[in-house]
């Protein structure tokens, strides 16, 4: 916006120039100096101003060039750093998943074998509130017999 000012400025100021040539000459010679450098100053103020101003502009583009690269980039890692987010959920969710698995090998890996007693016990469990009676027999065992 400032910049077409500064151009429409300039422009117009050039126009002026030429088309009152003549009588902007008859007025700066019939006029004391002092009253001619006065009215010439809004004249040669404005193109310098619209000068700078037309930098400023050149300037002001190349800092929004420059944010706007500096805002693909963090984009650009934005996502890289979701992506890398979602590789760690994915991951963990692996090594639980493994983890689980080697905790359930473990648990099966450590219950108690069942004994010679224990088998005898379950096996003697339907019997029990029965009345019994243990014979000798040989060396070689024991012969278990109920009563009914």
């Known amino acids: 916006m400032r910049r077409t000012i500064a151009i429409a400025v300039i422009a117009e100021f050039c126009i002026a120039v030429l088309l009152l040539f003549n009588d902007i000459k008859d007025f700066l010679w019939t006029r004391p100096w002092w009253q001619s450098f006065l ?3 809004p004249g040669i ?3 310098i101003l619209a000068w700078f101003e037309l930098r400023r502009s050149g300037e002001a583009n190349e800092l ?5 690269n500096h805002r693909i980039r963090a984009n650009a890692l934005q996502e890289e750093q979701n992506k890398s987010i979602q590789q760690k959920a994915d991951l963990k969710k692996e090594l639980d998943a493994e983890r689980n698995k080697q905790l359930q090998q473990i648990a099966i890996n450590t219950q108690r074998r069942i004994t ?3 088998r005898n016990a379950q096996t ?3 019997y029990l509130g029965q009345r019994a009676s243990v014979t000798e027999g040989s060396i070689i065992g024991v012969r278990w ?4």
């Open 39 to 41: 009215v010439a100053i």
């Open 45 to 47: 103020a404005a193109p």
């Open 64 to 68: 929004r060039i420059k944010a706007n």
């Open 116 to 118: 010679e007693a224990e």
């Open 124 to 126: 003697l469990k339907k």
């Open 145 to 148: 017999g109920h009563n009914r």
